[in-house]
Structure formats: C-alpha cells, structure tokens
C-alpha cells in the first residue's frame, strides 16, 4: 500500500464508450501524474498537476482529458479512445518541497479498448 | 537529466545477493541517482536514492564510484518477491520526483 489508490483496477470499454480513470492519495502530496505504459514498453509521462494546475502535457491526444478538483485527486477522462490506447495506466503523486523526494505510485488501471 | 544504461536482464540465485549495475556517464554535479522497481503489472515502488555517498535502507543498498559515473544497487538476500523490473534513474532536485524518465530498466530474476 503505497498511499495512492486508483479506481477501478480493470476497465474495459468500447471505442464509443466515456469512461473515467480515478486516482486519490492521501499522503498530502501537491504533485500528481499520469503515466502510460504500453506493453513491452517504458512508462510514458502523459500529465503533470502542480498545486492542482496542469504544468505539462507530453503531446497527448484530446480524447484523454486529466481533471485536478484538488491536490488529492486527478481523474483521467477518456473518450472515443482506440484499441491501441489499451495499456496500463498508473497515477503518481509527490511532494514537491524543494527538498529531494521520490514518487509513489498506484497501482494501476489496466485498460482494455475493444 | 542524464540518460542511463542498464543491463537488459540478469538472473540471481535465492538467498544471494543481487548487484545491479548502472551507467550515468553524463551525470551532473548536483543530479541525485534513484533506483525504483516495477513488479509485474504493478506500480513503480521507490527503492533508494543517493547523491555521491553510498547508502542503505531496510530495502537495499546503493554504491556510487566516486567520479560519480556509475552505480550498484545491491538486494543483499534475494528473494523470489524480488523479481522485477529495476529502473536506475537520474534526476535534478530541480525537477519534480514524479517527471521520472524510467527507460527499459533490467529484469531480474531471482530462481530458487
């Protein structure tokens, strides 16, 4: 138990389908991220939430929406996704502090587009 | 941040202890070394982390060569829980903990 918790653990959904991913730490951390890792690939930075306001977006495509209501939660909003969008999708969050830190991530939902 | 080289994939004995290798050549002066771990279809867990000095936690321990240039993260007595995908990252305090570019890491397997 790292802290970070994400809801649901398995998804699965049609190409037509809107659905959301939900992640939630409470650890008090004002950083949060969502990462995407493909099969036999390496994780991919997709967002980055500081202080509830998106600081990066790594060129990723409008049919993922990220929402931060506050510094513990950030939901990712899918629609209209394509099978290749199925992979593994893991949240993070860190404290951002200045100091040296590390990130703890969820577990993560394992998407499936059919 | 530096970019890092890995071995692809090692294998270790039960109950020995398993040293993975890192190359950070183009390391910085003030770039921390982090080593975080992937077990299958889960979440990255932090491992350690350390700037020039080695260092040691109830997880593992982490030799830096004084230029700085490369790194061992040792798993003192592997266990079969211990198979996973380690990352060896590197990264400015500057830059948040979560912006992590975790590369292909080395997988390791521990066999009975």
């Known amino acids: 138990e790292t802290g970070v918790t994400q809801t649901p653990r398995h998804l699965v959904m049609g190409m037509t389908n809107k659905k959301s991913l939900k992640c939630e730490q409470h650890?008090?951390?004002?950083?949060m991220y969502w990462y995407k890792q493909s099969a036999k690939k390496p994780l991919e930075l997709m967002f980055v939430?500081?202080?509830?306001?998106?600081?990066e977006n790594n060129s990723v495509p409008s049919r993922f929406s990220p929402e931060c209501p506050n510094s513990s939660h950030l939901f990712l909003h899918l629609h209209t996704l394509q099978p290749e969008d199925s992979a593994l999708y893991l949240c993070?969050?860190?404290?951002?502090?200045?100091?040296?830190?590390?990130?703890?991530f969820g577990q993560g939902t394992r998407l499936t587009v059919v | 941040d530096a970019k890092t080289t890995q071995p692809t994939s090692m294998d270790c004995a039960e109950g020995r202890a398993a040293n993975l290798p890192c190359n950070h050549s183009?390391?910085?002066?003030?770039?921390?070394v982090y080593w975080y771990r992937q077990i299958h279809s889960q979440g990255p867990q932090y491992i350690i982390h350390?700037?020039?000095n080695n260092e040691t936690n109830e997880m593992a321990s982490l030799i830096i060569t004084e230029d700085r240039k490369s790194s061992t993260l040792i798993l003192p007595h592997a266990t079969l829980r211990d198979t996973a995908v380690y990352y060896c990252?590197?990264?400015?305090?500057?830059?948040?903990?979560?912006?992590?570019?975790f590369g292909d890491g080395t997988t390791l397997t521990v066999k009975p």
């Open positions: 990252i590197v990264r400015s305090p500057n830059t948040n903990a979560g912006k992590s570019t």
């Open positions: 350390g700037l020039k």
């Open positions: 650890l008090g951390h004002n950083a």
């Open positions: 993070a969050s860190s404290q951002e502090s200045g100091q040296r830190t590390e990130a703890f």
């Open positions: 183009t390391i910085s002066g003030n770039e921390y």
């Open positions: 939430y500081n202080f509830k306001e998106q600081t």
